[in-house]
């Protein structure tokens, strides 16, 4: 399994992760919400509504279109520091480790 292919996998299971700990919303934040210009929007969406409606099309869409895949991420941290007290953490660092983790390898 290729880069891409691993990446796209480890997002449909971050999805999946999500949606088994009832994070995952049927309704888009609003436009401004999604348009904020800080580091993971933490300013407009919580930490989950960030992975939904930001990472993982953005991830998906450059496997998609077989772009460059980012050189380096690390999300982790920020997901344990902002869901430290939330329902199903563990399993959704799990997952997030292991994207960080596909970054660090070449």
């Keep these: 399994m290729d880069r891409a292919q691993h990446c796209q996998l480890l997002l449909e299971k971050l ?3 999500l949606q088994e700990n009832d ?3 049927a309704e888009q934040p609003s436009v401004e919400a999604l348009g904020s210009s800080q580091p993971f929007a933490i300013d407009t969406l919580r930490c989950e509504q960030w992975l939904q409606w930001i990472f993982i099309p953005k991830l998906s869409h450059m496997v998609a279109m077989n772009m460059a895949l980012p050189a380096a991420v690390e999300i982790s941290p ?3 520091e902002a869901m430290k007290e939330a329902k199903g ?3 959704i660092l799990a997952v ?3 994207l960080d983790q596909l970054f660090k390898s070449k």
């Design 96 to 98: 997030t480790r292991e």
């Design 15 to 17: 999805t999946t992760v």
């Design 23 to 25: 994070y995952w919303e």
């Design 78 to 80: 920020y997901v344990e």
């Design 89 to 91: 953490r563990a399993a």
